[in-house]
């Protein structure tokens, strides 16, 4: 499977800032996506990312609020825009080279105060 | 709207303790099927799945799960569990139509030495 990493690691970010997290994968993958981990929840996926295309976001998720990109079939941005203390999350990136198996990158731990 | 429950959020076990760990989804059309772990300190794993075939699946360290279509279960199983087992278990279910991944809340196992 395709070994993913993330940056950063972890952050603390005031409210009203945006972060950006990158996720780096070590090939070529056909689909990228992200993820969030609220507190205490199970992961809720936030969209895909399409190389080359806008991102496609689920249900209660926006552009404007989440912005990704995905520049190349290795790499992709998540921003979290105007944080508040509710954006603290465990944000995931996620890979499938086969038809929907997904792995996970380690994750971006993220503290709004 | 699509969901899948897993009945236990919290569970401790003394080792060699058998495990079953309960996973239903609500979906009518064709899916498949993930337990992933999350172990202290470690980000998430794929631990098994299914896609078609022999509905009893075995995954990594032991670990075995039983899809049952009429009852849309997929339990997860372990004999005799083991210290390190010490970790969340996360049921994911994938619509076969949709590039998406479906998590249930997450089982937290303990398991005492």
């Known amino acids: 499977s395709a070994v993913i990493s993330q940056k950063p690691s972890r952050d603390i970010c005031q409210r009203g800032t945006s972060l950006t997290i990158q996720c780096q994968v070590d090939?070529?993958?056909?689909?990228m996506f992200w993820y969030r981990q609220q507190p205490g929840q199970s992961l809720t996926l936030i969209a895909t990312?399409?190389?080359?295309?806008?991102?496609?976001?689920e249900s209660g998720f926006v552009i404007d609020k989440f912005p990704i990109s995905r520049p190349n079939l290795t790499f992709s941005t998540l921003t979290v825009s105007n944080m508040s203390p509710e954006d603290s999350s465990i944000y995931l990136c996620?890979?499938?080279?086969?038809?929907?198996?997904?792995?996970f990158g380690p994750g971006t731990r993220l503290t709004v105060t | 709207a699509q969901s899948v429950s897993q009945h236990n959020h919290h569970v401790i076990l003394s080792e060699a303790a058998s495990l079953e760990l309960g996973c239903n989804y609500s979906?009518?059309?064709?899916?498949?099927l993930f337990w992933y772990v999350q172990y202290p300190g470690q980000h998430l794993q794929l631990l098994l799945k299914?896609?078609?075939?022999?509905?009893l699946v075995k995954g990594i360290k032991g670990f075995e799960a039983e899809f049952i279509k009429s009852k849309f279960s997929f339990n997860l199983r372990k004999p005799s569990v083991q210290w390190s087992d010490t970790a969340e278990y996360f049921c994911?279910?994938?619509?076969?139509?949709?590039?998406?991944?479906?998590f249930g809340a997450g089982t937290i196992l303990r398991v005492k030495s």
């Open positions: 996620s890979v499938a080279e086969q038809p929907y198996e997904q792995y």
């Open positions: 090939s070529q993958v056909t689909m």
């Open positions: 990312a399409n190389q080359g295309s806008e991102a496609t976001y």
């Open positions: 979906y009518g059309g064709t899916v498949n």
């Open positions: 299914y896609f078609s075939g022999d509905p």
């Open positions: 994911a279910v994938n619509p076969r139509d949709r590039n998406k991944l479906v």
